[in-house]
Nanobody
Framework: QVQLVESGGGLVQAGGSLRLSCAAA????????MGWFRQAPGKEREFVAA????????AYADFVKGRFTISRDNAKNTVYLQMNSLKPEDTAVYYC?????????????????WGPGTQVTVSS
């Protein structure tokens, strides 16, 4: 069982930045691939970014490439999502997720554990 808790969301103006954090309660965090997903009101949940267990491989949705960066600190059991050049269309609840895997995982139905989410609101 892995408990995940996101933090760092909030209200920011367009063009601004936020850094989301996801803390994992597990003694084997480095065995887990991690991902970030988001869901806007009235829309399906969508993939944002993912990172392999070692941090050596990452994947991004096309709409965040060049703006968002995923990273992890296995010593702190934490994965991060640095979000720059934010746009109003980035407004959503952001979720982190974990799955036992050595690969980068970008599909939500492969993830086993999910956090409760953190709200990100970007004003125009």
């Amino acid at each position: 069982q892995v408990q995940l808790v996101e933090s760092g969301g909030g209200l920011v103006q367009a063009g601004g930045s936020l850094r989301l954090s996801c803390a994992a309660a597990t003694r084997t965090f480095s065995n887990y691939a991690m991902g970030w997903f988001r869901q806007a009101p009235g829309k399906e949940r969508e993939f944002v970014a993912a990172i392999s267990w070692s941090g050596g491989n990452t994947a991004y949705a096309d709409f965040v490439k060049g703006r968002f960066t995923i990273s992890r600190d296995n010593a702190k059991n934490t994965v991060y999502l640095q979000m720059n050049s934010l746009k109003p269309e980035d407004t959503a609840v952001y979720y982190c997720a974990a799955v036992l895997s050595t690969l980068v995982v970008s599909t939500d139905n492969e993830y086993r554990y999910w956090g409760p989410g953190t709200q990100v609101t970007v004003s125009s």
